[in-house]
């Protein structure tokens, strides 16, 4: 068998280990943005509720807006307007996290692999992992500024619905259009540098916690390089988000 027969014969991810990679993490990440979505859309409501209020009522009464709470907050939503409204936006969501976990995954592996290589034993070292981490989420947060701003934007029109102001986007792919017509290519990476600055140290924790913990277990354990390895390891860097509660770790990033 020739060596290009060979190639052909191996799995899909040995032949395109990075395209594998990126399409695992995107298909894992819109998952995860999925299922802890209408969290996200109750704090918004929970948030933009109290600002329109405290306009409203504020002003004239000087007493603070009522709290309903995240429980009532989401039942109400459920029974007013409907069970498919907890996800109502999610699409600019699930984009930013496709383009954003996709790219930082795969730059960090190359990175780690490529660029910033293993010492001799191969460990990885932490100084090494933190460069990494952060690179990595600093370019990804970089090609995912636009789905981002567009999220943003989106949020933004539940707001200005409560104040009875008139919608400006018809939709996720409208919204690219109006924001790329009148701002040009340059618009869409509006306000993209403290949004890189806040993903490079989210990630200097975020994927340096979870690749030493389980570049460690995999060294100084019996465990090998299975689900119960990346469980253990996801888990360490969620009590990392925990302890660092200014790092804004998520769900999906965990």
Known sequence: MS??????????????P??????????????????????????????????????????????????????????????????????????????????YSGVRMVAYEHLRDSVLCRAED????LWKAVVGGMSAGAIGQ????????VKVQMQMEGKRKLEGKPLRFRGVHHAFLKILSEGGIRGLWAGWVPNV??????????????????HFLLLNTPLVDNSVTHS??????????????????SGNSC
């Open 3 to 16: 060596p290009a027969e060979e190639e052909k014969s191996l799995p899909l991810p040995q032949r395109w």
């Open 18 to 99: 990075r395209a594998s990679k990126f399409a695992l993490s995107a298909c894992a990440a819109a998952v995860a943005e999925l299922v802890t979505f209408p969290l996200d859309l109750t704090k918004t409501r929970l948030q933009i509720q109290g600002e329109a209020a405290v306009r409203r009522d504020g002003a004239a009464s000087g007493q603070a807006a009522p709290y309903r709470g995240m429980l009532r907050t989401a039942a109400g939503i459920v029974q007013e307007e409907g069970l498919g409204k907890l996800w109502q936006g999610a699409m600019p969501a699930i984009y930013r996290h496709i383009v």
């Open 232 to 249: 253990v390891s996801s888990i360490c860097c969620c009590w990392q988000c925990l302890f660092w509660p200014g790092s804004g770790c």
């Open 197 to 214: 600055q806040r993903a490079a140290l989210v990630n200097m924790g975020d994927l340096t916690t979870y690749d030493t913990v389980k």
């Open 142 to 149: 970089f090609f995912a500024s636009p789905t981002d701003l």
């Open 122 to 125: 191969k460990t990885f070292p």
